[in-house]
């Protein structure tokens, strides 16, 4: 059980650090800046986007560049652009419906 944890977080580092990398800007926005959630929570996911998809573009000529691990980071078993494209939608529609 633990080499299958250990190994689930090994190949899910750089997801994981892509997410670390992110955080400033929910702390920044959320909480010196007071802005709204849905505002600063779709910066995040739009930045989750961003820094994967920089990633991944390095290994665009490769097969699957877009939705394999081995081109960008991942989260369990989706990319981060996923991710960050789900955080963006839910946030944006949340501050549509208000």
């Known amino acids: 059980m633990l080499f299958m944890t250990i190994l689930i977080i090994r190949g ?10 992110v955080s400033p800007i929910a702390l920044i926005g959320g909480f010196l800046l007071k ?3 849905p505002i600063t929570m779709s910066c995040v996911g739009g930045a989750l986007v961003a820094i994967d998809l920089l990633v991944r573009l390095r290994s665009r000529s490769s097969k699957g560049w877009l939705i394999q691990r081995e081109f960008g980071g991942t ?8 991710f960050g494209i789900v955080v963006f939608g ?9």
Do not use: E, H, Q, Y
């Not at 899910?12 to 990398?21: C, R, S």
């Not at 989260?75 to 996923?82: N, Y």
């Not at 839910?90 to 208000?98: E, F, G, Q, R």
């Open 75 to 82: 989260l369990f078993f989706l990319p981060v652009w996923a």
């Open 35 to 37: 802005l709204p959630d």
């Open 12 to 21: 899910n580092i750089l997801g994981l650090i892509m997410f670390v990398a």
């Open 90 to 98: 839910v946030n944006m529609a949340k501050a549509l419906l208000k």
